[in-house]
């Protein structure tokens, strides 16, 4: 079990030539699974490749750095700029993204597997509409990587399988947004991001809190999550080490003997969001404002962590909901 560093709703790319068909399946899917659709093949990949890129803030998430003390012949270390996975939740046109195709295979001028060929290159995932006669086709052309699953029009249980494809294929696009920064992750403070307690957890807090979006925080480490209405939630997680490092430095700051002792005995998980991330007898002077109790999950390693739930006005940037965005779609479609 893992977890994408991020993950938002997005949108679902309907292909067929018929435009009934296309409306009744827009409409047995619902708000659920937003969508959009094209009878004309030439259209669908004009909107593909406008909005199929990934996000323009993971090109610039690693870049090379110099360690100038270093007495190593090649000083040359790589830097991860976290910041610019939060900074995806401000793009009001996130949910447009393109996680899935779904294509019908038998199309005039183009089939499906030719229009999954010229877009080959886009990281949406691909499910091919076929008919009984079609399934050889279909399995030469998952054998091929051109498409990740085939769903039978006529199956009796079409619309479910659908409905499970879509949901499995879009947390894989965002898993597979993630695969390289992975073992990266594991070197820092984030290591929790490949541990399936933590995936566990994040699943778990997702549902009770009603969380569609998630992104993964720099300071403290945890992940910064948002519901419907954009109510934003911080899911702080920290390690045995981080909480020594939590008492060390309050203890050097000359916190009071109160958090000192709630951090050593780690009865509360602190959330210094603001500068480092530690405690500062400046800004934390009524520490109790930025603690909340701890609480524990067993994985490869013992965490502690908690969740807060955020004044959105703390939080750097406008981050439109994916409420208001459901209500834009249904008035445009």
């Not at 893992?2 to 708000?31: A, C, E, K, N, W």
């Not at 030469?140 to 769903?151: P, Q, S, T």
């Amino acid at each position: 079990m893992t977890l994408p560093i991020y993950q938002h709703p997005t949108m679902t790319v309907l292909v067929d030539d018929s435009p009934s068909f296309l409306h009744s399946l827009r409409y047995q899917l619902g708000p659920g699974f937003p969508s959009i659709g094209f009878s004309e093949t030439g259209a669908a990949i004009a909107w593909l490749r406008a909005h199929g890129a990934a996000p323009a803030a993971l090109a610039g998430l690693l870049s090379p750095s110099v360690d100038t003390y270093t007495l190593s012949p090649q000083p040359y270390n790589i830097a991860l700029h976290l910041e610019q996975v939060c900074g995806i939740r401000t793009q009001a046109q996130r949910f447009m993204t393109p996680s899935v195709l779904v294509v019908d295979y038998s199309m005039p001028g183009m089939n499906g597997i030719e229009f999954c060929e010229a877009v080959r290159d886009l990281p949406c995932r691909k499910i091919l509409l076929t008919g009984v006669a079609d399934e050889r086709v279909a399995i030469e052309a998952f054998n091929r990587g051109l498409i990740d699953r085939y769903v039978r029009k006529s199956d009796a249980h079409a619309l479910d399988r659908l409905e499970a494809e879509l949901t499995q294929l879009q947390e894989g696009y965002f898993l597979a947004q993630s695969e390289s920064l992975r073992m990266l992750l594991a070197l820092h403070d984030f290591s929790f991001v490949n541990d399936p307690a933590i995936c566990g957890l994040v699943r778990e807090l997702g549902a009770r809190h009603k969380i569609v979006e998630h992104y993964l925080y720099k300071t403290p480490p945890g992940f910064l999550m948002y519901d419907r209405e954009a109510r934003p939630w911080l899911l702080a997680v920290e390690t045995g080490l981080s909480m020594n490092a939590h008492f060390e430095i309050a203890l050097d700051g000359g916190a009071p003997a109160s958090l000192l002792e709630a951090l050593e005995q780690r009865r509360v998980v602190p959330n210094f969001s603001d500068g480092d991330g530690m405690y500062s007898p400046v800004r934390h002077k009524e520490w109790h404002r930025f603690t909340s109790p701890a609480l524990t999950c067993h994985g490869r390693e013992l965490y502690y962590w908690a969740m807060f739930a955020l004044d959105p006005e703390v939080l750097e940037g406008k981050v439109d909901s994916f409420a208001d965005f459901l209500k834009q779609h249904a008035a445009a479609a």
